[in-house]
């Protein structure tokens, strides 16, 4: 079955760090991919999202890429703030049914002043 | 902007009590969901529905039940409150596929802290 696998934390990094939050996926067919952030004490939102091959999302500064050849979809960021402190899902959407979505373990990124 | 409402933000209570924990969401979406998340665990459905009066068991549906009554309502419900379902519960809801079958972006509420003492 469809599965993500991302990369396990905590991840503790100073203010304008470089961030890669990995990502992988085993699916059939071409999924849709996702970032999800959680802050503290708050529900889910959508980071970025990419629906096809190649696909970069991005938003926040934040950016992944949809591989197929690696199935991978690795979160990256180039200058991390405070204010990105939280945890980061991975989620992949089947193309076969739109209610079948996976989630990673999730990440846990703390970034220090 | 989408919204997912939650009833609770945070419940404390006993076991063998019946919980219900309420959800809507005021984008007319088809779809919506009842998921859990625990540490080292991510996200695992409980329960989804795709309709009014419509549901489906997710991937651990035991000792839950839910339903739909509204379109725009999802109830969850724990039938005998147990230890092991403390949790953060988390309601999402989206569209139906459609013609875009390959973009089913979730949007979740806020979360629901349950303590089952």
């Known amino acids: 079955g469809n599965s993500v696998t991302q990369m396990e934390g905590p991840v503790t990094l100073s203010e304008e760090a470089f961030l890669t939050i990995n990502c992988t996926y085993t699916?059939?067919?071409?999924?849709?991919l996702f970032w999800y952030v959680q802050y503290p004490g708050e529900g889910l939102q959508l980071l970025l999202k990419a629906t096809k091959a190649d696909d970069k999302g991005s938003n926040k500064g934040f950016e992944a890429t949809y591989r197929k050849e690696t199935t991978s979809f690795h979160l990256e960021k180039g200058s991390v703030q405070v204010s990105d402190s939280a945890v980061y899902f991975c989620a992949l959407g089947s193309p076969y049914n739109n209610n079948d979505m996976r989630f990673g373990a999730g990440t846990r990124l703390t970034v220090k002043p | 902007d989408v919204k997912v409402t939650q009833s609770s933000r945070y419940l404390v209570k006993r076991t063998g009590e019946k919980v219900f924990l309420e959800c809507v969401q005021d984008m007319d979406h088809e779809n919506m969901f009842w998921y859990r998340q625990d540490p080292g665990l991510g996200l695992r459905l409980i329960y989804f529905?795709?309709?009014?009066?419509?549901?489906e068991k997710g991937d651990i549906p035991e000792g839950y039940s839910v339903s739909r009554e509204k379109k725009e309502r999802f109830s969850l419900i724990l039938e005998s409150a147990s230890t092991n379902q403390t949790s953060m519960y988390l309601c999402?809801?989206?569209?139906?596929?459609?013609?875009?079958?390959?973009?089913?972006?979730?949007?979740f509420g806020p979360g629901t802290r349950l303590t089952v003492l």
């Open positions: 999402a809801s989206s569209l139906s596929g459609g013609a875009s079958m390959s973009y089913n972006e979730q949007f």
């Open positions: 699916a059939t067919g071409y999924p849709s």
């Open positions: 529905s795709y309709d009014v009066k419509m549901k």
